[in-house]
């Protein structure tokens, strides 16, 4: 018996044994200890045909030989699958990684290409929520390649999901790649071509390339507009002001946007799409140098989402620099530790780097100089970690601000 075919039947009965949720100790017996099982997993020791009788008794398997090795191992993905997809609905995201992995490895080692579309939209989008953006693009652009024929829908999933894993990596341009792939595809829906427009347009927005994130926000409102799709169409609306925002700060054309947001939020009930549009007016208020009202709107917004996420995240952010302003020290502190958890857990250099540039500034208010420094060095440090080029940018500019005599404003 060659090696691969002995480590084809061990990786089958771990394999299987995981996918059905048991332990070793649950294939051992008076003959079979735990210890001889772990030694087969590991492919040190050949099962003999009645060990492998035993194992399929305890499977639920017809049969279990070498001669079925690739049988059992196309079960044996298959159950992983379907476990991981379990654990997500669950809510169990990093177990969900963790199977649903383990399926993909297998399918690509065995070239079971046909599990692709029922497994790798929901191993990206857990990659991307455990933190794992990375392992998400990679496993994105290799499953696209090998997906068979006749899986539309499934490849324009795995597409959209990389992008956006892409995204949360700050890999900006080579996401506007992937949903413009989508876009130009003669089978996308309107609904899916208004995502694929905000989704470039805030990559374009983060690169700091405003009018081309102007530009498709705008396409993207004709479409929501036609279908009178109202979630869409307050979510345009929020996009268009926060481009404005990004670009000029307190500029009063976002307002009518945000009204309209606010409404369509109202009609539809939808908190988070309301606390986006709060949020947005907080912005303004902030940038418009109305710190109270400016303080009252974002505390609502972070209260409204009433989750810590990286879109609270931001959204504290915004926070920490109106108490940082305010001179509310202890609440700024407070609030950049928020951040700082949020980061934490999920795994967000560029959160991270975001909390680092409110000490940053805070410390430099404060006249503590050696403090602000460090900051603002750990704050550009993990923007370009990030590959953020245009938070770099605007931490450089806030930090200049704050070094000449008597900086009372800051981003």
């Known amino acids: 018996m060659d090696i691969a075919t002995m480590q084809t039947v061990g990786d089958a009965i771990r394999a299987i044994r995981l996918g059905q949720g048991l332990e070793q100790k649950d294939l051992a017996t008076d003959g079979i200890p735990v210890q001889v099982i772990d030694l087969i997993e590991k492919n040190l020791c050949w099962p003999p045909q009645e060990w492998l009788n035993h194992f399929a008794q305890v499977f639920g398997l017809p049969v279990f030989s070498s001669q079925t090795s690739n049988q059992s191992m196309y079960h044996a993905a298959q159950l992983l699958c379907d476990e991981g997809l379990k654990c997500n609905e669950r809510g169990d995201q990093p177990n969900a990684a963790d199977m649903l992995m383990k399926a993909y490895d ?82 996308t829906d309107s609904v899916t071509a208004i995502k694929m427009l905000l989704n470039s ?19 993207a409102l004709e479409i929501a507009d036609e279908l009178q799709e109202p979630f869409w169409l307050a979510w345009t609306y929020i996009n268009l002001a926060a481009v404005e925002l990004e670009q000029y700060q307190a500029v009063p054309a976002i307002l009518p946007y945000l009204d309209r947001a606010e409404q369509l939020a109202i009609e539809m009930d939808n908190v988070a799409v309301y ?102 060095l750990q704050a550009m440090d ?4 990030a590959h953020h080029a245009f938070d770099a940018r605007r931490t450089l500019e806030l930090w200049q601000k704050l070094q000449r005599p008597c900086a009372a404003f800051g981003e």
């Open 106 to 187: 297998m399918i690509m080692a065995y070239q079971f290409y046909d599990l692709l579309p029922q497994s790798v939209p929901t191993l990206l989008q857990v990659l991307s929520l455990s933190g794992r953006g990375e392992d998400a693009v990679r496993v994105g652009m290799h499953a696209v390649t090998c997906m068979p024929q006749g899986f539309c829908q499934a490849r324009r999933d795995v597409l959209i999901r990389t992008g956006a894993a892409m995204m949360g990596i700050n890999d900006f341009a080579r996401a506007i790649d992937l949903f413009d792939e989508v876009l130009n595809e003669p089978t």
């Open 201 to 219: 347009g805030t990559c374009y927005m983060n690169m700091g390339e405003f009018e081309q994130a102007r530009h498709l926000y705008g396409q």
């Open 275 to 376: 606390a986006a549009a709060v949020h947005d007016r907080g912005a303004y208020y902030l940038y418009a140098g109305k710190l109270g009202l400016a303080q009252r709107l974002i505390e609502n917004a972070v209260e409204y989402l009433g989750e810590e996420s990286a879109s609270a995240a931001y959204i504290l952010d915004d926070l920490a620099h109106v108490y940082i302003l305010r001179g509310f020290w202890r609440k700024a502190d407070e609030t950049i530790a928020r951040m700082m958890k949020i980061a934490d857990e999920i795994h967000a250099v560029r959160v991270r780097a975001l909390a680092h540039r409110r000490q940053m500034q805070k410390s430099a208010r404060m006249g503590k100089h050696d403090d602000a420094e460090k900051y603002f």
């Open 382 to 385: 993990g923007f370009l970690q």
